[in-house]
Every structure is written in structure tokens, then in C-alpha cells.
């Protein structure tokens, strides 16, 4: 579990993001949101501990973030960035196979992991392709199957941050993933995933988290937080909020 | 007239005392060093010969042996591979572990003496002659060296009681290009003084020129060697390159002179007093042939 | 997509041309032995109690000219091969070339103070000699690579891209101090740098072998130990911090190898190019980028290579003997070029 208080970073003496203080609960989805440059891979930096913030704790099970090795770290903990510069020619397999580093499972079961992690990211098909002769979103997937892998198969006390885990995907691929990624969580792990996509949060996310120039503007769930009033002062957009017809989550429609 | 058995013994044991003094001396010999190699030509050693170095290109014959590359770079088993025995060398031979291990195959390695001095000369032909079983030549050789630099000497007492030494500058050049100014401690040095000339160039060893010292030098006599090029072609690739040496006196007046550069290497060669000769000449003109 | 080699194929594959090299480089040189005689004398050397009768020119050529040139060949060859792994994942770029933190200028500009200074001093003692140069030569890729090191170091991070930046900066410096090192020598002094500059193994012996063989199996029994590591690199360095890795003590260790391992090599032989560059290169097109299987391969790759272009050396112009830089040169720069046009390696 995933804790954050008070977090301030600075960037060169600016704020880039203050007052940051939540929860990440187990099972539980957080999606993060808001416009260009309000913080949100910042604060995903902040979280996966790869950049240290200048007030406020993180901590990660009753520990200090800090303070965890990095191999015991990254058993609890997994990241996925928004874009990957590999450039060498490994099997998709082989990427995959990076997840499961920090374990010590054995050949077997990491294969095993390796082919269920490949599935739920809806590429088991690519299994023997060289990576670099796949396409963008292609690519996307296979490190969502990293990530998964490295956290497999997700329960309580696991933590999985992902940074727009969907940019680069086609609409029916960005369902798949997300329901995988909610799968996982339903499995016990805490998942905050960073999205560009209103609609997508509210109906996969528990909570949501806007953030507007570094800053928490609204926490809550997405009926709670996805008001018109809301959506304007944070993105400035003119929108209507009707529940979804058969989901019934908020569905957001630009006026 | 009967000969003795004694007397035919006897003159059969020369012979054959002669036959085995000649077997016991080295009869394969591996040479490295330009001069050396043409010492050792001098003394009739040629046929003993059965690998040169690069430098060693005079006489021309040297060029259809074998070579065993630059001397600092040697290799020990491509030596080796020539059944040698006896490598003969200077101090510019080299790198020393390849030397020890020709050693340790049990080939003689000669070390010789590159430095330019008559002194050094007399040792190295004496080293020679005992090798080669030619001391009587070897001291013969010597002493036609020596009197042809003394009368070298005399002739310059001669002319220089009433002409002063024209200031000289050597260059060595390849195809015209990037020239080196000799300075002290070289063989060009050494061959200039012996012609006569002052050595404008007050630096140590070879060095790259510029124009600027070059216009304050003012040489009244160029010298110039060329490693690529010969005669007319050397000549004007030399001027063509360096447009800056037209505008000294030397050039003006047409007293430019070529040397071979091969006698710039490896110590004091056989071939330099007929050279030294033709350098007074043009250090020192007959008056009817100075220009005004 | 290519079918790669299998690991199994390829370690069977490479370890057969490994052998085959160093047998050839055992039995063929300038010196032609008899091959039963080579076979005789090195069952000899192995401490086997065989006749010497005729065998005492082979045993020499055998065990003090061909064997310790093999030995320093294989190591060479190995060494400068795998810091050709190590940089190019550090850098993350299979271009990458252990010269680029700087370690062969910096070892360049080592022997050259060495060569000139030495005749400056009207020449060291012998005894000294050929150390002193492979000493010079070591301090002097030691030294740059560590200042690289240190220029791409910023508030307790190694930054790549500095670091490359700065070792492209050294290169320059110590490629311009070599050429002021150069106009001091004299003509003799810089044939002698400029043969230094194109490599050899020639004048291997066992005294100067030992250093460079510690050094060799040092780098080759540690960097496979992190092959699982240097792969996650490959995805990103946050990506493997993320993955567990000590991102930061890798780097290190990464620059540390490469340092020792090319310093030694080149101070042993000299400048020697293109190894580095072009052997973890074939291995990859080979068996792809995993560095279980291209850390070793690598290693039994250089060395192979190596042995086979100083054989061209040896032979070629015999008995004189070419530099091997330029044939190493001669087989990887159109090689490389090779690569480049066929597109992605």
C-alpha cells in the first residue's frame, strides 16, 4: 500500500507540485488526471521514488519508500512509464521475462507468469516476435505485460503505477487493457494510472484525482468528481455529464 | 720439379684450415640499418645475405631480398624463418623482447653504431671485417674513408681562407610536401659541416619548418632530399608545395641541390664522400660560374 | 523475423572456431615447422616426457614466440570484445565502442608521453623499457576514462549523455596533446608511435602476459554475473531502477571494466580497433541481444577474431610483419559499413 503526505517537489526554486497527501488502497483503482504540465508524471515520479521530493513522505507498507532495497522495492512495486527507448532486437518473451528480475520463482514458473502476463495484455499472439518490428502500440502492451509479470498475479500489498498506459492504443485495445489492469486490481493490488481520457477513468477508476497546475483540485469517486463546475475549472471545457445507459458511471460529453 | 708430400701437406693443410676458418664464420646474414647494410656490401658481403630491412635499398640488388620490415618493428619469426646467423643491427633496431628472442634461438645479434662520427665508423668496420673475415679489407676501407674526408678537409682549408661558408639549410621532404629542417645531431648535419656549409638550423634533430623562420634564415644554399620523388619532379614538387623557399636567396640564385635520402640514415654510409664532394662544389662554385 | 542461433549451437560453434584458431595459431607462421614436430613439441611443453632430439627449434618458436603471442591474443581479442558489451550497454546504443569514454585516447596520449619522453631522456634503461610504456600507456586510459567518469557524474548520478559528450571532448584533448607530443619527437620516435598506434602482439612474453591474462578473466568471470541486470538497462535506466537494479553502482562498474579491461589490453598490444566495435555486433545478429548468451559468446568471438587477424598479420608479409590494428581495421570497417546499409542491426 501506497501512502503520500504533504508531498511538495520543487523544479529550479518552481512548484510543480504541493500538498499532495492520499491513499493508494488495495483493489482499489486511482486514476489521475488533469491538463498538460499539472503534475501527473510528476507525481507519478514521486511515487515509484525516482525522484525524491523536496517535502512530505512516501512510504510503502509502514516504510519509508527510501528506505526499501531496491530489489524488495520493485517486488512490491512496478512501474510503467509512458514511453520505452528499448532498441535492441530481444523476443517479446524476452521483455517480458525482464518483469520477473527482482524474483527468484525459478525458469518454469517465470515462463508460466511470462504467458499469462502476455494474455492478459491481449498480446499472446506476438509470442516469438522480435519487439522491434512491432508497432507502437504493440510495444505498449508488451511492457504492460512486463509490469503485470513483475507483479504477478497482483494481491495485497502490491503496488502498480502506470503513466497513460493507453496513448498509443486503439479503442477497442484500450478497454482490453484497462480491464486488465482492473482485473488486477481486483485481485488485491493498488493501481493508480495516470489517463488522458475522461470517460475511460470514470468508468474503470474507484477514485479519481484531478490535478491542476500542481495542485489537488478534486479526490473522490468519479461521480463525485467529474461535475461540469469541476471539468471547466480544470481543463476549461464546456461539458454535459450524463450517466453511461447501461453502466450507469458518469459519462462526459463536450458541449 | 717434385713436390715435397710435406709441401703438398702443408699447402693442403692451409687450404683446408683456411676452408674451415671461412665455415666457422657466419654465413647467413640478416642486416638492418641503410648504411650498415651497405657497408656490408662494401666488404663483399653480399651473397651472405639472406634478408635486409626497408632502409637498406642501395645497392639495388638488396631490393630482390627478402624483407623483414622497419627495424624498430621487427618480427622474431619472420626472422627466424630466414635461418639467419648473425642479425646485424644498430641501436635503432628494435623492440627489444623480439631481439631477445632472436637471441635465445641462438642467432648472433650484432649491434652496430648509428651515431654520425668517424669514430663510430672505424669500430663498426672493424666489428664488420672480423665477422666477415675481411679485417685486411675493412682496415683498407677505413683508410680510403679517412683520407677521402681529409682531403675533404684540406680542400676546405683551402677555399675557406678566402670564402666564408654559405649558410645552408637541409630539407627533407616527401613529394614536395611537409619538409623537415635538419638541426644538430643529425647525419645531415654532419654532412653539411663536412662539405663546408653553416648549418643555419640551431634546433636539435628534424623539425617541421614555418615560413616566418624560414624568411629569417635567408639560406644562401637549400639542400633538399625527397623520399617520394627524384630530380626535376622533387624539385619542383618541393617549390610548388612551398612557395615561401622562392623568395630565398638560395632559390634566387639557382643554388639548390638534391642529396640522396638514404645516406641520411643509419650512421655514416660508404656512398657520402663522393656526395660531400658534389655538395662543396655547390657550396663552393668555381668563381667563374657565381652569378652576380 | 531472422531465426537466431541457438545458445547450445552457438557456444559449440564458437568454441570449435576458438579452438581452431588457436591450433592454427600454434602451427602456422613465418617458420615452417613440420606439423609433426609442433605436435611433439607441444605435448612437450605440456610436461609429457617426449624425445627432444630435433624438437629445440620448435619448442622455441613454439613456447616462447607462438604460445604467449596465442595467449595474449585470446586475451586481447576477449577483453576488447566484451567492454564492446559493456559500453554499448551502457550507452544503450549498439554503436557504442569502449573508446568512447575515452580509455584508448586516453591510453594513446599515455604512450606517447612514454615514447617521446623517453627519448627526450636519451632512453631509459631497457630493463625498464618496455614497461614503462605499458605502464604509461595503462595510467594514461585509467586517468581520461576516470575523468569522464567523473564529468558525467551530477548529484550522485552518472549522466550517460554527459558522460559521452565528455569523453568525445577527451578524445580531442589527448588526440591534440598526442600531436604536440608528436612535433616534439623526432623521425625515429614517431615511426615508433605511429607503429604503437596501429597495434601488434608482436614481442609477446609471458613477464608482460600475466597482468592483462588477470585482468581478461577478472572482467569475463564478473560481467556475466550481471548479465540478467545490464538487459534490464537496455529497457531504460529508470525502467531498471524500477526493475531493482542499482542503476548507479552498474554504471560504475560498467566504466570500471571497460577502463581496466582496454587499458590492459592496449598497453600489452596497443591500439587495436575495431573489436569492440564489431564483435558483439555479430553475436547479436547471431543469437540476439540477451546478455546470458552475449557476454560469453563474445569473449570466444574476440578472441577467435583476433587469432585469425593476426594470423593475416604474420603471414602476409612475411617475414615482416603487419601492424594488426590495420587489419583488424581492414575486416571491421567495411564490415561496419556493411551493417549500416543493410539497416537496423
Redesign the interface.
Known amino acids: 500500500m501506497l501512502r503520500v503526505e504533504g508531498v511538495q517537489v520543487r523544479r529550479d526554486r518552481k512548484v510543480v507540485l504541493a500538498d499532495i497527501t492520499l491513499d493508494l488502497l488495495p483493489g482499489e483503482v486511482l486514476g489521475v488526471l488533469g491538463p498538460n504540465g499539472a503534475g501527473k508524471s510528476t507525481l507519478l515520479s514521486t511515487l515509484?521514488?525516482?525522484l525524491q521530493a523536496d517535502q512530505g513522505n512516501v512510504w510503502l507498507d509502514q516504510q519509508a519508500l527510501s528506505a526499501w532495497?531496491?530489489?524488495?522495492?520493485?517486488?512490491r512495486?512496478?512501474?510503467l512509464?509512458q514511453t520505452?527507448?528499448?532498441?535492441?532486437?530481444?523476443?517479446v518473451e524476452?521483455?517480458v521475462g525482464?518483469?520477473r528480475?527482482?524474483h527468484q520463482t525459478g525458469k518454469t514458473r517465470d515462463e508460466q507468469i511470462i504467458a499469462a502476463a502476455l494474455q492478459a495484455a491481449d498480446v499472446g499472439h506476438l509470442s516469438?516476435?522480435?519487439y522491434?518490428?512491432l508497432s507502437g502500440g504493440e510495444r505498449q502492451r508488451v511492457h504492460l505485460a512486463r509490469v503485470l509479470a513483475?507483479l504477478w498475479p497482483g494481491e495485497a500489498g502490491q503496488t502498480l503505477l502506470l503513466d497513460e498506459p493507453t496513448s498509443m492504443l486503439d479503442p477497442l485495445h484500450q478497454h482490453t487493457i484497462l480491464q486488465a489492469i482492473r482485473a488486477f486490481a481486483d485481485r488485491g493490488a493498488a493501481v493508480l494510472v495516470i489517463l488522458h481520457d475522461l470517460n475511460l477513468a470514470a468508468r474503470y477508476c474507484d477514485r479519481m484525482l484531478l490535478l491542476e497546475q500542481g495542485r489537488p483540485y478534486a479526490l473522490g469517486t468519479p461521480t463525485q468528481v467529474l461535475q461540469p463546475e469541476i471539468v471547466k475549472a480544470v481543463f476549461g471545457l464546456e461539458v454535459l455529464v450524463q450517466p453511461h445507459p447501461e453502466r450507469g458511471h458518469p459519462l462526459v460529453i463536450a458541449r | 720439379m717434385r713436390l715435397s708430400t710435406s709441401a703438398i701437406a702443408l699447402v693442403v693443410g692451409l687450404l683446408i684450415n683456411h676452408g674451415a676458418l671461412a665455415s666457422e664464420l657466419p654465413q647467413r646474414w640478416v642486416s638492418a640499418g641503410g648504411a650498415l647494410s651497405e657497408w656490408v656490401v662494401a666488404l663483399g658481403g653480399e651473397p651472405k645475405l639472406v634478408g635486409v630491412d626497408t632502409t637498406s635499398q642501395h645497392p639495388a640488388t638488396l631490393k630482390t631480398l627478402p624483407s623483414i620490415g622497419y627495424q624498430r618493428q621487427l618480427s622474431a619469426e619472420g626472422i627466424l624463418s630466414l635461418r639467419p646467423q648473425v642479425l646485424a643491427g644498430t641501436e635503432e633496431m628494435g623492440p627489444p623482447p623480439v631481439l631477445a628472442q632472436i637471441r635465445s634461438a641462438g642467432v648472433q645479434v650484432e649491434m652496430f653504431s648509428a651515431q654520425p662520427d668517424l669514430q663510430a665508423l672505424k669500430s663498426n668496420l672493424e666489428q664488420l671485417g672480423t665477422l666477415l673475415g675481411k679485417e685486411a679489407e675493412a682496415r683498407a676501407l677505413f683508410g680510403d674513408y679517412e683520407q677521402a674526408l681529409q682531403r675533404q678537409k684540406n680542400r676546405l682549408v683551402k677555399i675557406q681562407a678566402t670564402r666564408q661558408a654559405p649558410g645552408v639549410l637541409l630539407l627533407v621532404g616527401n613529394a614536395g610536401g611537409k619538409p623537415l629542417v635538419a638541426g644538430r645531431d643529425t647525419a645531415a648535419d654532419w654532412m653539411l659541416r663536412q662539405a663546408g656549409g653553416h648549418n643555419l638550423a640551431t634546433h636539435t634533430g628534424y623539425k617541421p619548418f614555418s615560413a616566418e623562420s624560414l624568411a629569417g634564415l635567408s639560406p644562401q644554399v637549400l639542400v633538399f632530399a625527397d623520399r617520394a620523388l627524384t630530380g626535376e619532379a622533387a624539385r619542383a614538387a618541393l617549390f610548388k608545395e612551398n612557395p615561401i623557399l622562392a623568395s630565398t636567396p638560395a632559390a634566387k640564385q639557382g643554388r639548390v641541390l638534391e642529396v640522396d635520402p638514404t645516406l641520411l640514415v643509419g650512421g655514416l654510409g660508404p656512398r657520402l664522400p663522393q656526395n660531400l664532394e658534389v655538395l662543396s662544389a655547390g657550396f663552393y662554385p668555381t668563381l667563374s660560374e657565381a652569378t652576380p | 523475423m531472422t531465426t537466431l542461433v541457438k545458445p547450445r549451437t552457438l557456444f559449440i560453434g564458437l568454441t570449435l572456431l576458438c579452438g581452431l584458431a588457436t591450433w592454427l595459431s600454434l602451427a602456422l607462421g613465418p617458420v615452417s615447422l613440420p606439423l609433426w614436430d609442433t605436435l611433439r613439441a607441444a605435448l612437450r611443453l605440456m610436461g609429457l616426457p617426449i624425445d627432444a632430439h630435433g624438437l629445440e627449434q620448435a619448442e622455441l618458436i613454439l613456447g616462447q614466440i607462438r604460445l604467449p603471442r596465442t595467449l595474449l591474443g585470446l586475451a586481447v581479442g576477449g577483453v576488447l570484445a566484451l567492454s564492446g558489451v559493456a559500453m554499448q550497454g551502457l550507452f544503450r546504443n549498439p554503436l557504442a565502442d569502449p573508446g568512447l569514454v575515452g580509455v584508448s585516447s586516453g591510453a594513446a596520449l599515455g604512450a606517447a608521453v612514454a615514447i617521446v619522453g623517453s627519448a627526450f631522456l636519451g632512453g631509459l634503461p631497457d630493463v625498464f623499457g618496455p614497461y614503462v610504456l605499458s605502464l604509461c600507456a595503462f595510467a594514461g586510459g585509467l586517468g581520461v576514462t576516470a575523468l569522464v567518469y567523473r564529468l558525467g557524474r551530477r548529484d550522485g548520478q552518472t549522466h550517460v549523455a554527459t558522460m559521452l559528450l565528455a569523453g568525445i571532448a577527451l578524445t580531442a584533448l589527448s588526440g591534440s596533446a598526442v600531436g604536440l607530443f608528436t612535433y616534439l619527437a623526432d623521425d625515429a620516435t614517431l615511426r615508433t608511435l605511429t607503429f604503437w598506434n596501429l597495434g601488434s602482439l608482436n614481442g609477446a612474453s609471458y613477464s608482460r602476459l600475466w597482468p592483462l591474462l588477470l585482468v581478461t578473466a577478472g572482467v569475463a568471470l564478473w560481467l556475466p554475473r550481471r548479465a540478467k541486470a545490464l538487459n534490464a538497462l537496455l529497457l531504460g535506466e529508470s525502467e531498471a531502477s524500477h526493475l531493482g537494479v542499482d542503476v548507479e553502482g552498474l554504471k560504475r562498474e560498467l566504466v570500471f571494466c571497460t577502463a581496466l579491461g582496454v587499458g590492459a589490453a592496449v598497453a600489452a598490444a596497443g591500439m587495436i580497433g575495431f573489436v569492440g566495435l564489431v564483435v558483439p555486433h555479430l553475436v547479436r545478429l547471431l543469437a540476439g541481444p540477451d546478455h546470458r548468451v552475449l557476454l560469453p559468446a563474445s569473449v570466444l568471438a574476440g578472441a577467435s577474431l583476433l587469432l585469425c587477424a593476426d594470423l593475416v598479420a604474420r603471414l602476409a608479409l612475411a617475414p615482416a610483419e603487419l601492424p594488426i590494428g590495420i587489419v583488424t581495421a581492414f575486416i571491421g570497417a567495411p564490415f561496419f559499413l556493411y551493417l549500416l546499409l543493410r539497416g537496423r542491426a
Open positions: 515509484s521514488g525516482e532495497s531496491g530489489v524488495q522495492r520493485a517486488q512495486l512496478a512501474v512509464p520505452s527507448t528499448l532498441d535492441f532486437a530481444f523476443r524476452e521483455v525482464m518483469g528480475l527482482p516469438g516476435r522480435n522491434l518490428a513483475q
